[in-house]
C-alpha cells in the first residue's frame, strides 16, 4: 500500500492555475501564457502549473539565467554597460587634463608639421643650388647640405604640444555651437 504523502511533498506537486500563477508573482495571466509561450513556464495541464516549478523557473528567468549556460544574461548586459560609461568617462577625463587627444586633433597637427617639411626640402635645391655651385670641394657641400638637411628635420622636432590643445579647443567650441 501507498504510503500517504507528508505536507510538505503534497505542497511540492500542488498544481496552480495561470491567473492564481499570475497573482503569486505579481504578473498578469496573459504574461504567464507569454512566458509558457516561450518555453519559460511549463504546464501539466490545460493552464495549470506545478507552483514550486513555476516560480523557481520565473526567477531564474527574472535574474537572466544560469551563469553556465552561456547565453547573455541581463546583469551582464548592465555591467558591460556600466564598464562602458565608466572607460568613457576616465577617457574624457584624460582628455580634458591634456594627457590623451582626439586623433582628428593629432592628425591635423602632424599634417601641419609634414606639409611644412616637405615645404622646406623641396625649397633646398633653390636655397642650396648657388652655395653649392660655388664650391667644388665634395665634404664641404655634404657638409653644407647636411647642416641644411638638419634644419630642415627640426621642423619635426619642434613638436608644440599646445597645437593639440588649441585644437581641442576649437573642436569644442565648434560642438557648442
Given at each position: 500500500?501507498?504510503k ?5 511533498e ?6 496552480v ?6 497573482a503569486i ?8 501564457r507569454?512566458l509558457?509561450?516561450?518555453r ?5 495541464g ?10 523557481q ?5 527574472a535574474?537572466?539565467?544560469k551563469?553556465?549556460?552561456?547565453k ?7 555591467t558591460?554597460?556600466e564598464?562602458?560609461?565608466t ?6 577625463l ?11 586633433d ?31 670641394s665634395l ?5 653644407i647640405?647636411?647642416?641644411?638637411i638638419?634644419?630642415c628635420?627640426?621642423t619635426?622636432a619642434d613638436?608644440d604640444s599646445?597645437a ?5 579647443a576649437?573642436e ?6
Amino acid at each position: 500500500m501507498a504510503k500517504p504523502k507528508t505536507k510538505l511533498e503534497q505542497q511540492l506537486e500542488k498544481e496552480v492555475s495561470t491567473s492564481e500563477l499570475g497573482a503569486i508573482i505579481g504578473k498578469t495571466p496573459q504574461w504567464i501564457r507569454q512566458l509558457t509561450r516561450d518555453r519559460i513556464l511549463f504546464q501539466v495541464g490545460r493552464g495549470k502549473y506545478i507552483l514550486v516549478d513555476a516560480v523557481q523557473a520565473y526567477i531564474l528567468y527574472a535574474s537572466g539565467g544560469k551563469e553556465e549556460d552561456n547565453k547573455p544574461r541581463l546583469v551582464d548586459h548592465k555591467t558591460e554597460h556600466e564598464r562602458i560609461k565608466t572607460e568613457k568617462a576616465s577617457l574624457e577625463l584624460a582628455v580634458m587634463r591634456g594627457e590623451l587627444h582626439a586623433a582628428a586633433d593629432v592628425e591635423a597637427v602632424m599634417n601641419d608639421m609634414l606639409i611644412s617639411l616637405r615645404s622646406r626640402l623641396l625649397g633646398l635645391p633653390n636655397k642650396m643650388g648657388p652655395k653649392i655651385l660655388n664650391n667644388s670641394s665634395l665634404p664641404s657641400v655634404i657638409d653644407i647640405l647636411t647642416e641644411e638637411i638638419r634644419t630642415c628635420l627640426t621642423t619635426l622636432a619642434d613638436y608644440d604640444s599646445d597645437a593639440f590643445k588649441a585644437g581641442a579647443a576649437d573642436e569644442r567650441r565648434s560642438e557648442e555651437d
